[in-house]
């Protein structure tokens, strides 16, 4: 008994034997996925594609069984989109998109993400012409690297690339950090600060309100709703808020206090839940200009703060930058937000955490990438303090 136990033991640890000579060059399993990346049973090709010799693919292929082969480009084969799958609401109907809106909803994101995700989808699968199933990873980088150089209409690179890592990581389960080392990474792209330094300077801002008001006078349709129109630039300015909500804000959302209004404001965010409620502090020439908002409509107390269209407010602003002769920003409306955070940066030397607080932004990151670029002169004058340097005090304010 003892023998035998002793004998099981000696077995158990008997080493392994090592293997010996090279790795393989090419695995099946490698063939096999090149076979399904680039749809070809070519040695020529394949051998291209994989940096190894022609007579080791031709080897390697006579490993596979024919089915398993012809089942891969079965699978090719159905990996277009049929022409119904092409529209937008076919695309949804596809089971694995079905499986994929749910997971998405299932996050409780909000219903704006969702549809801004599938929709990013699909037009990536139009483009490519290729069903969501058969998507890979490395198709996608590298259409991402075509996208990041040229322009697709209706594909935005940094919107794309969200959509994509979105639908590999949620509906296949890999990992973030593959996704990123093939270069499907969640950073912010350079888009999204390349209008950072954009603003209205003071002298083109009172010209603006000039050309506004004499715009609004020779409207018969708008001028009973001048004070409404002249009120609008000041509260952009003043609060960040962007034109959408602002022309979505309403009186009943307004607190009245003795020295200070404050107004709740729904805006949306770029995060993945969406829009949230902002309170925004109203003080000084804003008050006013809103006091007479108001008073030039009998001072209602509910409805909307600006009953104005925004195609109309847009078409009108374009109207006084060229009345003003100010060149036209390529955002006309949101230019204001722009400028309200270079503004409120450079009056509080550069507090990144008192502008996100006050004027409406959850992450100071967001705000130093996509608004509020330090100016060069800001950086020259924080330069010369800390060597010691006399420099020359500016008494910069936060003003209309």
Known sequence: MTYQVFQTQILLEKPREKRVGRPEALTKEQLLQAIRLYGTVSPTE???????????????????????IDRILEEI???????????????????????????????QISKYYKNHILRR?????????????????EECAD???????????????YFTKQAIRSWFQNFHGINGEILTSKGIDGSLSYELGKRAHDRLTQKQRHAFIRALKEIIENDPDEKPFIEVWLSLPYFLYYTATRIKASLNAYIENIEKLEDRWIITVID?????????????????????????????????????????????????????????????????????RHTSAQDFLEA????????????GWEDPRILRKCYGAMSEKAKEKALKKAMGLPIEESNKQFKF
């Open 268 to 336: 949306k965010g770029r995060h993945k839940n969406g829009r949230k409620k902002w309170r925004k502090i109203i003080v000084g020439e804003l008050k006013e200009k809103l006091e007479k908002n108001l008073e030039s409509r009998g001072n209602p107390k509910q409805g909307k703060l600006f009953p104005l269209n925004y195609k109309k407010v847009r078409r009108i602003f374009i109207k006084a930058y060229k009345k003003a002769n100010i060149p036209i920003p390529k955002q006309p409306c949101h230019i204001w």
């Open 77 to 107: 084969a159905e990996s277009e989109l049929k022409p119904y799958q092409m529209t937008y609401e076919g695309f949804l109907k596809i089971p694995e998109i079905e499986k994929f809106k749910k997971i998405l909803e299932r996050r």
């Open 143 to 157: 259409f991402l690297l075509i996208l990041k150089q040229k322009k697709v209409k209706n594909l935005n690179y």
């Open 121 to 137: 989808l699909w037009r990536l699968c139009i483009y490519l012409n290729r069903h969501p199933r058969n998507l890979t990873i």
């Open 46 to 68: 394949l051998s291209k594609r994989l940096n190894v010799s022609r007579q080791t693919v031709h080897r390697k292929l006579k490993l596979i069984p024919k089915e398993t």
């Open 348 to 359: 509080t030397d550069w507090n990144y955490e008192l502008c996100a607080q006050l004027l």
